[in-house]
Nanobody, 126 residues
Framework: VQLQAFGGGLVQPGGSLRLSCAAS????????MGWFRQAPGKEREFAAA????????RYADSVKGRFTISRDNAKNMVYLQINSLKPEDTADYYC????????????????????WGQGTQVTVSS
């Protein structure tokens, strides 16, 4: 499956942004989807994951309550709504996919994902 993330940009603190990831070339409905981010000089970290049905989600503690992951299997899209943006949210955001063995979102490690899109940059600054 090929993944393409987009929707990043420059946002003021407190603002919102919706990232999108378009998937092609695979059975999207069978993939667990995740969002990761990598800030300058830091390792890539997990942000959110969603099961292939969309019925289960998982979030990193640092983003709970501000990030919402969702998917539209009919459109082969996954989204990450980010609210109350903080300067520490500045990073390149990546979408990732893996085949779901069952309808779970319990995949929060980068090495559990097989497919990656290019990053989309989010900069939070006044």
């Amino acid at each position: 499956v090929q993944l393409q993330a987009f929707g990043g940009g420059l946002v003021q603190p407190g603002g919102s942004l919706r990232l999108s990831c378009a998937a092609s070339g695979g059975s999207f409905g069978s993939y667990v989807m995740g969002w990761f981010r990598q800030a300058p000089g830091k390792e890539r970290e997990f942000a959110a994951a969603i099961s292939w049905s969309g019925g289960r989600t998982r979030y990193a503690d640092s983003v709970k309550g501000r990030f919402t992951i969702s998917r539209d299997n009919a459109k082969n899209m996954v989204y990450l709504q980010i609210n109350s943006l903080k300067p520490e949210d500045t990073a390149d955001y990546y979408c990732a996919a893996r085949v779901g063995l069952y309808d779970s979102a319990n995949y929060d490690s980068a090495n559990e994902y097989n497919y990656w899109g290019q990053g989309t940059q989010v900069t939070v600054s006044s």
